[in-house]
């Protein structure tokens, strides 16, 4: 069974501060990984798409990593800001028209 | 100049009632779905649409019914509503089936 698990649920940081979003996923077989950012009464937003050659792709403080041999992928948010709250999805395509949601991760920054 | 609306942004009914949500996108996308998330934010497909032909119905009660008069609009009709059908429906449009997911702002249902 395809699944998409996020961890951690939830995480508050300081302002400035750094962190780090996982994605683990046995979807299989694999066609691309996307982070989305989803604010509060708000659609989600894609931050960045990876395929299966990618190991790294940044979009401003957003640096996403991939890593297919062990399945697992993550988003490092750098020198956080308030409007980086928000939850933050993982979602992972299998080939043609299949696409699985993780569960998010809910980010709060604090001053 | 939004690029997938959908109306209403509320809707809070009586169960039992008939309701529809709208959904129109102005990408040019071929595809389009809808999507309900649930109290603990999980998203989860309802159904998907591809040049008006549906290709993806998962296990959704036959009370909803979406229909797509054109490529540009895909609209959800729920009928008999129940307390279990509260939660955010968004409808989302990408280009091609396995393209990036553009999302609208969601539809807040609560059945009271």
């Known amino acids: 069974k395809n699944q998409v698990e996020q961890s951690p649920q939830s995480l508050i940081i300081l302002e400035g501060k750094n962190c780090t979003l996982q994605c683990n996923y046995t979807v299989s077989p694999f066609s691309n990984l996307r982070w989305y950012k989803q604010d509060t009464g708000r659609g989600p937003v894609s931050l960045t798409i990876m395929t299966f050659s990618e190991n790294t792709k940044s979009n401003g403080r957003y640096t996403a990593t991939l890593d297919a041999d062990t399945k697992q992928s993550s988003l490092h948010i750098t020198a956080s800001q308030l409007s980086d709250s928000a939850s933050y999805i993982c979602?992972?395509?299998?080939?043609?028209?299949?696409?699985?949601f993780g569960t998010g991760t809910k980010l709060q920054v604090i001053p | 100049d939004t690029a997938v609306s959908q109306t209403p942004k509320y809707l809070v009914t009586q169960m039992g009632n008939d309701k529809s949500i709208k959904c129109e996108q102005n990408l040019g996308h071929d595809t389009m779905y809808w999507y309900k998330q649930d109290s603990k934010k999980f998203l989860k497909i309802m159904f998907s649409y591809n040049n008006k032909e549906l290709i993806i119905n998962e296990t959704v009660p036959n009370r909803f019914s979406p229909k797509s008069p054109d490529k540009a609009h895909l609209n959800l009709h729920i009928n008999s509503l129940e307390l279990g059908d509260s939660a955010v429906y968004f409808c989302?449009?990408?280009?091609?089936?396995?393209?990036?997911?553009?999302f609208g702002e969601g539809s807040r249902l609560t059945v009271l």
């Open positions: 989302a449009s990408s280009l091609g089936r396995s393209g990036e997911l553009f």
């Open positions: 979602v992972v395509s299998a080939g043609y028209q299949k696409v699985t």
